[in-house]
C-alpha cells in the first residue's frame, strides 16, 4: 500500500490536490490533499468514487471497430496496431484527396492536464486542419465580456473571501461547482459576514445563504444596473475609485443608469422593489463585497452585458482596490502560461474555424470541403452542444470517418466507426494550474493504465509520428515539455522554477491583492470601443431581447439548466453510484404550472418545442418560479425516459464571445402518455 499525491483533473474550478491510496495496481481511496490549503482535506462527493471511475466494469477494454449502422452500438474488438493503421490511412487518403481542412480535432476540457489538454490540439493545429473554435459550451461567453471589461486577468483570490464583508453568489451554485469557496466563506460567515444568492432557482447554496433573491432569468444586467441607480442616488459610490480606475463612468451614469429606477428593475427582474433597495443599501454600505460570479447566467442570449454589469459593480464602491473584494469569474487570466507551445506548435497561422457550440449545423452544411475526418476526445458533444438532435445527424452521415477516444461508450462514441480506450487522469502525468484558485500542481500517474486504455498525450504523440508531424513536442516527456510552459511568463508565475514543481508539492502563485486592469486604457472599461467597433452595446446594459421575446410568445416556459451535483455533464455517468444518488434523469416544475397540466410529481414527462421532443421525469417543487422549467445536468439519452436536453436548445450565439444560449430555450411539458 502507498499513497500518491495528484491533482484533480475533472472539469472544476477547484482544482483539489488528492491524497490517492493505491495497492498494487488499484486505487483503493481518493481524499483531499490536508497540506493544500484551498483543498483543506476534503474532496468532493464525485471525486470520493474516482476510483470506482477508475476501475468501472463500464470502462472500454480494447480499442472498437464499428461493425453495425452507426449509433447502433455494434462493434468489435480490435488490436491498438490494427486500428491506428486504419485511421492514418483513412486520414492521410482524406487529406490527399480534400486537403487537411477536411478533417476536425474536437477535444475540450475533461482533463484538465495542460499537456492531455492541450496536445490533441496541437496535433491538428500543426497538421494545418479545420479548428475548433474551443470553450463556446462553456465560458467563451463570460470571458471575452471580462476581458472585454478588466482585460485578461484573474479576479480576487477565491482564499482572500475570509476578509470579506458580504459575499454574493451571483449565478453561481457553490455547492455545486465550488465547493471548496463555499468551505473559505463559512470562515467569513463566523464573523457575521452575509452571504446573498441571486439565482432563479432555490439551489442548494441559495438554501445555505442567508440570503436568496430568485431573479428572472435573463435579467442579471438590469438587476446590476438597479444597484448601480440607486448607489449614485444615494451618494454611495467611491467616486476618487472610478475617476483613477474606470473608464465611460460619466457617460453610463448619464445616457443608462438614469432608466433603471428601482420600479422597473423590479418588473424586468421580477424581484420586490424593496430587496432591490435592500441589496442596493447592504452592498453600498460593504467595503469589502466579494462577487463569486457563475458562468450559468451569461449562457444565454445577451450573457455578455450581464457579465460586464455584474463585474462593472465593484468598481462603483472601490471594492476592486481592498483585499477581500472584487469579483471572481475566472483566476486563469493571471496564470500566465505559454501553452501555446503545446497547442500551436507548429502549423499556419489561419485555417478554418469550426465554433464548438456549432459542431452539428457544420457536420452537415460545411463545404469546400465538408468535413470528411472527425476526432473526439475528452468531450461528449451528442449531449453536451445544442442542437444535440443535430450533431447526432451529422455524426451519423455515413461519409464521415469519426474517431472517438473516451475511457467509456458514450452517446457520441456509439456512431463512431473507431473507438479508442483512454486512460483516466489518475493513470496519467501532468502540469496543473486552477481556473478557481491560483495553485499550480505536477502530478505523477497514481496508477498504470488500466487495460489496454492510452492517454490523450500517448495517442496524440503516436498519431503525430504516423502522420510525420516532427515537432518536437511529440517526441518529448512531459517532464521535458513542462519549462516551456514557463517560458516567457510574468508576473506571479515567472517567480516559480518549473523543476522545483516535480516534487508533485502544490504552489501559489497569486497576484498581489487589488484587482489589476489589462484593457487597452489600463482602466476597468465601462465603455468599451472594442465592442462599439462591432456594434454592440458599448456600455452595459438591458434590452429585452427580440428573439426571445418572440419564442416567449409561442412557449410557456422557459428553460433553465444548471449543473447536477453528482453528474456533472456526462463525465460521471460510469460510476453506478453516483448515477443512482443523482437518481434518473429529471426536470422540475413550479406546483402552479403542474398543476395546471395535470401533472404530477414523478410522472414520466414529455418536454417539447419546435425543435424537438423529449422525455424526463418529474419532480413538482417551488424551487423554482413559475413559468421556469429546470433541467439539471446533461444526461445521456440512454439514462433518460427519451433523448437529452440539449435536443431542445438552438446554437444560436450569444451577444459576447459567441458562446452557447442553453438559457434562451422556450418550451412546453405534457404527461407522456399525450403522444405515446
Ligand atoms: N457538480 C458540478 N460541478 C461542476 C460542473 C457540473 O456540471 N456539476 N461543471 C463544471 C464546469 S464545465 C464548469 S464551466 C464550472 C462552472 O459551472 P457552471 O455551469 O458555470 O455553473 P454555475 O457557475 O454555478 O452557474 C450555474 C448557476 O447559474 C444559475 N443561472 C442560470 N441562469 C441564470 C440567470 O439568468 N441569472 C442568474 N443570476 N443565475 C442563473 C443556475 O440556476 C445555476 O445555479 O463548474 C464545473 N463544476
Ligand atoms: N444544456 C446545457 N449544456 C451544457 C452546459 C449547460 O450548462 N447546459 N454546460 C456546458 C459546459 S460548461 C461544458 S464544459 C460542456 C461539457 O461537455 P463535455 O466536454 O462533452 O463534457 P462531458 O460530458 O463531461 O464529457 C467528457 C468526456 O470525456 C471523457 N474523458 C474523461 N477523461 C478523459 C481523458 O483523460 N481522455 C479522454 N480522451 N476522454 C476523457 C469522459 O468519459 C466523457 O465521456 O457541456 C456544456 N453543455
Ligand atoms: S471539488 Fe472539483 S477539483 Fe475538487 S475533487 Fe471535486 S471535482 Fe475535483
Ligand atoms: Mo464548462
Known sequence: MKTVRVACAHDCPDMCSLIAQVDGDRIT???????????????????????????SPERLKTPLRRTGPKGSRQFEAVSWEEALDEIEAKWKAIIAQSGPLALLGYAYSAHQGQMNRHIVNGLFYAMGTSR?????????????????????????????????????????????????????????????????????????????????????????????????????????????YLAANTLGFDQWERETVPRFTPDYVSDVT???????????????????????????????????????????????????????????????????????????????????????????????????????????????PAVTCPEAGKVREGLARGDLFTVVHDPFMTDTAAYADIVLPATTYLETEDFYRGYGNYYMQYSPAAVAPQGEAWSNF????????????????????????????????????????????????????????????????????????????????????????????????????????????????????????????????????????????????GAKVRLFNERAAIGLLLKVADDVQPGVILVPGQRPGTEAVDGTVNMLCSDRLTDIGEGASYQSTFLDVEAWETRA
Not at 438554501?207 to 449614485?232: C, M, N
Not at 516527456?477 to 516567457?488: H, M
Open 29 to 55: 481511496k481518493i481524499s483531499g490533499d490536508p497540506d493544500q490549503p484551498f483543498t483543506a482535506g476534503f474532496a468532493c462527493a464525485k471525486v470520493n468514487r474516482d476510483a470506482e471511475l477508475v476501475h
Open 132 to 240: 475548433l473554435q474551443a470553450g463556446t459550451v462553456c465560458d467563451s461567453c463570460c470571458e471575452t465580456a471580462w476581458d472585454l471589461t478588466l482585460g485578461p486577468v484573474g479576479g480576487a483570490d477565491p482564499e482572500s473571501v475570509v476578509d470579506s464583508d458580504l459575499v454574493i453568489a451571483w449565478g453561481c451554485d457553490l455547492m455545486a461547482v465550488n465547493v471548496h469557496f463555499w468551505a473559505k466563506l463559512e470562515i467569513a460567515r463566523k464573523r457575521g459576514v452575509q452571504v446573498v444568492v441571486i439565482d432563479p432557482r432555490r439551489s442548494r447554496t441559495a438554501v445555505s445563504a442567508d440570503w436568496h433573491l430568485p431573479i428572472r432569468i435573463g435579467t442579471d444586467a438590469a438587476l446590476a444596473l438597479g444597484i448601480v441607480h440607486i448607489l449614485v442616488r444615494d451618494g454611495l459610490c467611491d467616486r476618487a
Open 270 to 380: 421580477g424581484l420586490p422593489v424593496a430587496d432591490i433597495e435592500k441589496l442596493a443599501a447592504m452592498y453600498g454600505a460593504a467595503k469589502r463585497s466579494f462577487i463569486r460570479i457563475g458562468e450559468g447566467m451569461t449562457r444565454l442570449a445577451r450573457g455578455g452585458q450581464a457579465l460586464r454589469a455584474v463585474a462593472t459593480l465593484p468598481a462603483v464602491t472601490g471594492a476592486y482596490g481592498r483585499p477581500g473584494g472584487g469579483a471572481l469569474l475566472l483566476t486563469a487570466g493571471s496564470m500566465d502560461f505559454n501553452f501555446s507551445a503545446v497547442r500551436k506548435p507548429s502549423g499556419p497561422a489561419a485555417t478554418r474555424l469550426v465554433n464548438q457550440t456549432l459542431l452539428g449545423r457544420e457536420l452537415l452544411e460545411m463545404n469546400d470541403p465538408p468535413l470528411r475526418a472527425l476526432f473526439i476526445a475528452a468531450n461528449n
Open 458 to 601: 500517448r495517442l496524440a504523440q503516436e498519431l503525430a509520428r504516423r502522420m510525420g508531424v516532427v515537432d518536437p513536442v511529440f517526441a518529448k516527456t512531459q517532464k521535458e515539455i513542462l519549462p516551456e510552459f514557463f517560458r516567457g511568463s510574468t508576473g506571479a508565475v515567472a517567480a516559480v522554477e518549473p523543476s522545483s514543481l516535480f516534487d508533485g508539492v502544490p504552489v501559489k502563485a497569486a497576484p498581489p491583492a487589488g484587482q489589476s486592469f489589462a484593457t487597452p486604457s489600463g482602466k476597468l472599461e465601462i465603455y468599451s470601443q472594442a465592442l462599439a467597433d462591432q456594434g454592440v452595446p458599448p456600455m452595459p446594459d438591458w434590452q429585452p431581447d427580440e428573439q426571445e421575446v418572440a419564442d416567449a410568445g409561442k412557449w410557456p416556459l422557459r428553460l433553465l439548466t444548471a449543473p447536477s451535483y453528482f453528474q456533472p455533464h456526462t463525465a460521471f455517468s460510469g460510476v453506478a453510484f453516483l448515477r443512482q444518488r443523482e437518481g434518473e434523469p429529471f426536470c422540475v416544475l413550479h406546483p402552479q404550472d403542474a398543476a395546471q397540466r395535470g401533472l404530477a410529481n
